[in-house]
């Protein structure tokens, strides 16, 4: 590699690319990229109801009351237990 002349590059044949213009934010953000807080709250908010909604939907469900039956049961066999407990230690 001594001995050989260096190879000149090939010219580039290319076209100079337009400038970009800035694109303006939407109208949630500001100029620097942050949310309004009238979009933060529309945000909140609809997050919350369709919480609620769900919440709604699931508690009529069949399964929703057969969970919270069980945990009525669960809660009067600890309740009992707990007595149980208590009786042997004042005797």
């Known amino acids: 590699m001594t001995g050989s002349p260096p190879i000149p590059p090939e010219p580039i044949n290319a076209e100079p690319v337009p ?7 939407a109208s ?8 309004t807080l009238d979009y933060v709250r529309d945000k909140i908010e609809s997050r919350f109801v369709t919480a609620m909604g769900d919440t709604e939907l699931t508690e009529g469900s069949p399964e929703a009351r057969s969970l919270d039956e069980q945990q009525a049961q669960r809660e009067q066999a600890a309740k009992a237990k707990l007595d149980e407990i208590r009786r042997t230690l004042r005797s």
């Open 19 to 25: 400038p970009v213009t800035p694109v303006p934010p």
């Open 28 to 35: 949630d953000y500001d100029e620097k990229g942050v949310p």
